[in-house]
């Protein structure tokens, strides 16, 4: 019998031979510039990481529209390619691999970014409709970053049929400028109750045209701009990221199954380089499942390399594997902490905890100086 694939086993996904199956997953860091370009404080980041089987890159806003994250980078300019160059490079002389998140955010970007403009969404729907209390103590609507704080969100304006080109057109350029910057691929961010995300469910889609009512039109969008990734740079080197369950920003659906393995179909069809799949269990440590995993469905209809991601400790991703629920594990925080993060699973060395705190704080506290194993025990002589 074939030995049970693990994490440290390679596997091909489209163009990328992957030396092991433990992938970083997408992480927000805040460590550009205020105008969304890299900063050198980001080569050494991602660097220090590149023995994991893939990197996929934080998200990265394909337009100033779709960015609403004080010091997340973009894609859309000429300085910011410029300023991604070095990055790639420094994971590729390291022997990694690294692949774009394209990322729109749709009707949760605040007007400040947006000179004052609403941002745009599938309908003019607000996440969170309730009326802000400023002496709550938690305001579940006070959810949109900015560079003075959070504040909360404001209702975004519906696109125009006529307008949905454009967005395609602009995420196709964003995958010609990553490569451009040298990335082995993109990975479209269709999760997390972002643009895509906002198409997909129906508390967030109120649409009357073909981009709105039954689950072939809402997943329109996805396959629209999936299908321009692919013809721009080649299905080899687009992958998408998805978060099939429970409420994300306002985005929840009342058939989560039906809706997200048609549209892991449609990507099964476009023949995409793999899919990940954002899906806590139940009892989540960051956000947890309010319906059954719809994972082992999707894998149903989707034959390619599927990556699930969220609390995933080295038994159970172990398990996941075995057992052929996954063909790779994404990790999100334990790479914050632990930059050799594959040798310290290989070597079953403890992982060390991260701060939520330096999340997105600036400078290298809690972003490039969490030492690896051999520097503690070092240290520790």
């Given amino acids: 019998a074939a030995r049970r694939p693990s994490l440290f086993d390679p596997i091909r996904v489209g163009d990328i031979e992957a030396p092991n199956r433990i992938f970083m997953a997408p992480l927000t860091r805040a460590r550009s510039t205020k105008d969304h370009v890299p900063t050198q404080q980001m080569i050494e980041y991602y660097t220090q990481r590149a023995a994991s089987g893939l990197i996929i890159s934080e998200a990265t806003g394909i337009s100033q529209e779709g960015l609403g994250w004080p010091f997340a980078p973009g894609i859309w300019s000429d300085e910011q390619v410029e300023a991604w160059k070095p990055i790639v490079d420094g994971v590729h002389q390291k022997g990694g691999r690294i692949i774009l998140q394209l990322w729109h955010m749709g009707r949760v970007v605040h007007p400040s970014f947006l000179g004052g403009q609403p941002p745009v969404s599938s309908s003019a729907v607000t996440p969170y409709e309730i009326a802000y209390d400023p002496s709550a103590s938690v305001n579940k609507n006070l959810h949109a970053h900015t560079y003075d704080g959070k504040k909360p969100y404001e209702r975004p304006r519906a696109l125009n049929t006529e307008e949905i080109p454009r967005i395609i057109k602009t995420y196709r350029q964003a995958a010609r400028n990553a490569i451009k910057a040298g990335f082995d691929g993109v990975q479209l961010h269709a999760a997390n109750g972002y643009l895509i995300d906002q198409f997909l469910r129906e508390t967030c889609n109120k649409r009357t045209d073909q981009y709105g009512g039954s689950i072939e039109n809402r997943i329109r969008l996805l396959k629209e701009v999936t299908t321009g990734l692919i013809e721009e740079i080649g299905a080899g080197k687009v992958s998408v990221r998805l978060s099939p369950n429970g409420d994300t920003q306002g985005c929840n659906d009342r058939h989560p199954d039906d809706l997200f393995t048609a549209a892991a ?117």
């Fill in 265 to 381: 179909k449609v990507l099964q069809d476009l023949n995409v380089a793999f899919l990940e799949l954002r899906e806590p269990d139940f009892d989540g440590t960051f956000g947890r499942a309010q319906v059954l995993p719809v994972g082992d469905l999707i894998r149903r209809v989707f034959h390619n390399p599927l990556v699930l991601n969220s609390d995933y400790k080295k038994s159970k991703s172990e398990h996941a594997l075995a057992s052929g629920r996954a063909d790779a594990i994404s990790f999100g925080r334990t790479f914050i902490s632990n930059p050799d993060l594959v040798s310290r699973l290989k070597n079953d060395q403890p992982l060390a905890k991260d701060d939520i705190r330096t999340w997105y704080s600036p400078g290298p506290h809690g972003y490039t100086d969490y030492p690896t194993y051999e520097e503690q025990t070092r240290s520790k002589l």
